[in-house]
């Protein structure tokens, strides 16, 4: 599957991410920014609880009506003298595009971050082509200098590295003579960018929001790269998730509110940017040519089902920035280009359980991601969905599990059961015992006590307590 | 007042000292404590590993024990938050969904029930010594308890309150996840002990006997001076 990142078992990438004392440190002080920052602009609006309804309300309502938009939109894009194409699968998109390409006999593509490009792996078949692609996000550049090191989190792509490291990889990249200094950095990056925008043949660009109504399609940046992206190439493309739609501005307005608030705790992004079709007569600047790109790749097969809630995430990253899981084991842990919460839920649906079936079980159902969440997308519900999906439906579940949850469903089904279970318990675990307390314990203990002491059950249990005292 | 008490498994096995000081606490605010001997678990291990087949069972026991009672009282938030889940989980499933929404009803975590239906702040206590507590993520998040226990802590006399840094992040328990993914689990622990030092507290204090099995696990394998006490041992402290 496309978006997979990093080859290597779960837990041995786990391990991994937890011996990166250095990402470690700079995903928890990201945490506690992002946090932060995004607390004070909901708190600033005063009625976030509304807005995030209203959220809720829009990403539901064009969900449930997602065919009537994709058509109006289609049809919107193609009054402005646009092309659309609907590709069912990741490779369908990677053909069109690479059509498209070598119909303009492009050399150079320059492109602006976009996460669905990334699930599509459509660098690698344009580079097959004897195609350039150049990202133009900073943070999405760096990591292509970078001899293509994956992004670990939806919005801060290069969140992973710090200054000094991006410094040493430009000076080995791009003959790079100066400082650490970020400033200076981005003035690097920004004299290499230049000169690509202005040479590049086609422009590649994600989408935040489609606006259906219209035909347009929306972008929020920081950077301008965006700008730069669709307004110099005279091909342009835009590739989008067939979710990512909405049914007027009125909605888009709303959801870019939610967006940039939770992404970066910004009322505005520097950039929001709306584009609608090529270039018309009279008009200065953008594409003669213009092409949407509409990508199912697994969306479809979620709509209708008790999944569905996923497609409402417009991609803030708000509930990677609350999670306590990613941020100690790090967004390359996750294997997928989706990390966090998010990614938990989504890269077992699109990319399958075989590659994703631990992800479900990486949360401690602590639910601060369905809390941040802007849209109100029920995250840790739907992990326990996985979760029962694992058990039940595709039984990858471990024998001793199964018979361990059977004992507890019995047990905690029959208080006989119970009341003998939990009476013959302490003499179970006597030879592991000592001072009251389990260090080495067998089984399924075992876990537990490589980490921690457990109690050791007690003689005289709560219920024998309660029932000598009444007899008293 | 008629209390029923859903003491929960881990209090009837591990940690007979919570349920006792439950039940002198509550005496003391002039509740009669009610025990079904019925009672087992909520069914919550089963359910948040994806046994939902299994954990209906237990949680179709557990209604049958305590639909009649008059309020229910736990001291765990969790299982609070998961028997006011019961009517979410028998959605659509007519007589049970009923019987499960007469059980969540009267379902309190006992700081609530103190605060929100005895209307108590004050219950006497006192204890020596300065104290954070850690705020449990169903309870703070799922049932939406979150001034109760610290409204109680504020009026306990000798002890000092003092904000836990970083109190929004779990401390690792998760059920079974504290054993399926044991090196994150002792990552999240670590880093919640870090900022209970930080604060020098002599005491932490929580209304959930999982988180307190695992930090206090911790706590006690790393042989840190910390001492972890359910908050109805505190507020039973004279």
């Known amino acids: 599957m496309a978006m997979k990142i990093n080859t290597g078992q779960f837990h041995e990438r786990v391990e991994k991410g937890i011996h990166n004392t250095f990402m470690r440190g700079a995903v928890a002080?990201?945490?506690?920014?992002?946090?932060?920052?995004?607390?004070?602009?909901?708190?600033?609006?005063?009625?976030?609880?509304?807005?995030?309804?209203?959220?809720?309300?829009?990403?539901?309502?064009?969900?449930?009506?997602?065919?009537?938009?994709?058509?109006q939109l289609s049809e919107n894009v193609k009054k402005r003298g646009g092309h659309v194409f609907f590709a069912q699968t990741a490779e369908e998109a990677n053909e069109y595009i690479c059509r498209v390409v070598e119909s303009k006999q492009a050399k150079k593509i320059v492109k602006s971050k976009s996460m669905v490009t990334e699930e599509i792996h459509m660098n690698a078949a344009l580079e097959k082509l004897g195609c350039e692609v150049i990202e133009t996000d900073l943070g999405e550049y760096i990591l292509q200098v970078d001899d293509h090191d994956p992004p670990s989190h939806i919005v801060a792509p290069a969140l992973h590295k710090n200054k000094e490291q991006i410094r040493d990889v430009f000076k080995e990249k791009l003959a790079y003579t100066k400082t650490e200094k970020p400033e200076e950095l981005a003035l690097h990056a920004r004299h290499m960018l230049r000169h690509e925008y202005m040479t590049a043949d086609v422009g590649i660009t994600g989408c935040n929001f489609a606006v259906a109504e219209t035909g347009s399609i929306t972008l929020v940046t920081n950077e301008g790269n965006a700008d730069l992206v669709t307004a110099l190439p005279k091909t342009q493309i835009t590739v989008m998730g067939m979710e990512r739609i909405v049914p007027t501005f009125e909605e888009m307005e709303v959801l870019v509110s939610l967006l940039t608030r939770s992404a970066v705790g910004q009322k505005l992004t520097s950039y929001i940017t709306v584009l609608t079709g090529p270039r018309d007569e009279g008009e200065v600047d953008g594409p003669e040519e213009f092409?949407?790109?509409?990508?199912?790749?697994?969306?479809?097969?979620?709509?209708?089902?008790?999944?569905?809630?996923v497609l409402q995430c417009i991609r803030c990253a708000a509930c990677v920035n609350v999670c306590p899981i990613y941020r100690h084991i790090g967004g390359h842990s996750y294997g997928s280009i989706y990390s966090g919460p998010i990614g938990a839920v989504l890269s077992p649906l699109l990319g399958g359980y075989d590659d994703y079936k631990e992800l479900p079980y990486a949360s401690t159902l602590c639910a601060a991601c369905t809390e941040a969440c802007p849209v109100k997308i029920p995250l840790h519900e739907l992990l326990l969905k996985h979760r029962q999906t694992i058990v039940e439906r595709e039984g990858k579940a471990p024998i001793s599990e199964k018979l361990a949850m059977k004992a507890f469903g019995l047990g905690a089904a029959s208080s006989m059961l119970y009341k003998l279970g939990s009476k013959i318990a302490p003499t179970a675990v006597n030879p592991f015992t000592v001072n009251d307390r389990i260090s080495k314990g067998p089984g399924p203990l075992k876990a537990w006590t490589d980490i921690r002491e457990f109690p050791a059950p007690e003689k005289e249990r709560f219920r024998d307590w309660f029932k000598q005292r009444g007899e008293e | 007042m008629n209390v029923t008490l859903f003491v929960t498994c881990l209090v009837d096995l591990f940690h007979v000292n919570v349920g006792k000081a439950t039940v002198e606490l509550l005496e003391r605010l002039g509740c009669t404590i009610h025990f079904p001997e019925a009672q087992t678990c909520c069914g919550q291990p089963a359910y948040n590993s994806g046994y939902v087949k299994e954990a209906k069972e237990a949680m179709k026991h557990m209604i049958r024990t305590f639909e009649h009672a008059e309020y229910i009282v736990t001291p765990s938030g969790s299982c609070a938050t998961m028997f006011k889940e019961y009517p979410h989980i028998f959605k659509g499933d007519g007589e049970w969904e009923e019987r499960a929404k007469r059980v969540?009803?009267?379902?309190?975590?006992?700081?609530?029930?103190?605060?929100?239906?005895?209307?108590?702040e004050d219950v006497g206590a006192r204890l020596k010594g300065k104290a954070t507590y850690h705020t449990s993520c169903h309870m703070t998040r799922l049932l939406g308890v979150k001034d109760a226990p610290l409204a109680l802590l504020q009026h306990v006399k000798d002890l000092e309150v003092v904000p836990l840094p970083n109190a929004h992040n779990c401390c690792g328990f998760g059920g079974t996840f504290s054993v399926k993914m044991g090196p994150i689990s002792e990552q999240m622990v670590d880093e919640k002990i870090q900022c209970i030092e930080q604060v020098e507290a002599d005491y932490l204090i929580g209304a959930d006997c999982g988180c307190l099995m695992n930090i206090g696990g911790r706590i006690e394998r790393k042989g840190k001076p910390i001492r972890v006490m359910h908050i109805a041992e505190v507020l039973n402290s004279r």
């Open chain 1, 29 to 71: 002080g990201a945490q506690e920014r992002l946090r932060t920052r995004r607390l004070e602009a909901a708190a600033e609006l005063g009625n976030w609880e509304q807005w995030r309804a209203l959220g809720e309300e829009i990403r539901q309502h064009t969900l449930e009506n997602l065919d009537y938009y994709l058509m």
């Open chain 1, 291 to 309: 092409h949407l790109v509409i990508v199912d790749n697994g969306r479809s097969d979620i709509l209708g089902t008790e999944f569905q809630p």
């Open chain 2, 104 to 120: 969540a009803d009267k379902t309190y975590e006992l700081t609530q029930f103190i605060v929100d239906v005895l209307q108590v």
